[in-house]
Structures are given as C-alpha cells and as structure tokens.
C-alpha cells in the first residue's frame, strides 16, 4: 500500500512540474513548461553537485518547488503578453509569437522594435515607454522567481543558491 502511495503521488508530483498554466490566458504556455525528463536530469545533476543522492522526500519537495516555480515563470509571462498586446492592439497569442521564451530576460529595445515591426509602424513614446516598463517587470519577476525558487531549494538539500541557479537552464529556466 506505501509502494502505491509513493507513485501515485510522484506521479501527482510529476504532473503538477510539468502542467500548463492553465490560468486562462489567450498567451499559449505549453513550451514554458519543464518535461519529466526536463525535471529528472536537473535533479541528477543536483545530487552530482551535492555528491549524493537525494531522499525521496527531498525528491518530492524540489518536484513540487519547480511546479510552482514553472506556474509562477507562464503566469508571468502571460501577464507580460496580454498587457503588451493590450497596449498596443495586439492579441496576447501574436505578441506570445513574437517572445516564446518565459524564462529568458529580454531586451526592453528588442521587444519595442519587434512589436514595431510586427505592427509596421513606430509606436508612440508613451506606448513605447509602457512597453519598456511592462518588459522590465517581466525581467525582475523572472529573477524573483529563479532566485526564490534556487534559493528554497538549496536550503532543502544543502547546496548554495548559485549551484542551484547554474543548474536552472536544465529545466527551462
């Protein structure tokens, strides 16, 4: 009864690190999200960092942080979406085409002259500095939540934050 207990909720565990957002958002979200194989490779290589390997309820604890993490980083980047395309009349799925990459900074020039681009048009200076300053709250927000996520993490199982953020990009981030 234990042995089916543990898969069921590892299972659970695994669904929830690798699901959709699922907040609603007309923004797609499906390749923000970190696969099984994703979130098993970034804990192998963890427990080679931390040269040994994790408890099963350390395994279950850092499943469960880089789900949150992973719902966190497509809400985030969602919001991001739907108020850039709000802002300069385009729906959030063509801006979400324009920036498919939740976890990674992006430049507050490059995302204005891509949505200038797309639009065939110089924006106005407000719409361009609301642009700028939705992109910053991204990148900050993105930071936020790596380091928080790097941060629980190590705690949990004894290595540093930095260790921990190096081995983020195994998981999308």
Known sequence: MR???????TFL????????A????????SSNTATATQTQSFIAAMEAKRGSALT??????????????????????NNFLNKIGAQVGLDG??????????????SETAVVAKIESRLGKKLAAADQAAVKTA???RNNSLVSLKTGLAASIGSRI???????????PMLGL
């Open 3 to 9: 042995t089916l207990a543990f898969l069921y909720l």
């Open 13 to 20: 565990l695994s669904a929830c690190a690798t699901a959709p």
């Open 22 to 29: 699922g907040n609603g958002s007309t923004a797609s979200s």
């Open 56 to 77: 099963l309820a350390e395994r279950l604890q850092v499943q469960g942080l880089t789900g949150t993490a992973k719902v966190g980083l497509n809400n985030t980047q």
């Open 93 to 106: 799925a063509v801006i979400a085409a324009l920036f498919p990459e939740a976890g990674k900074p992006l």
């Open 135 to 137: 992109t910053a709250l």
């Open 158 to 168: 004894g290595l540093s934050t930095e260790v921990v953020l190096a081995l983020m």
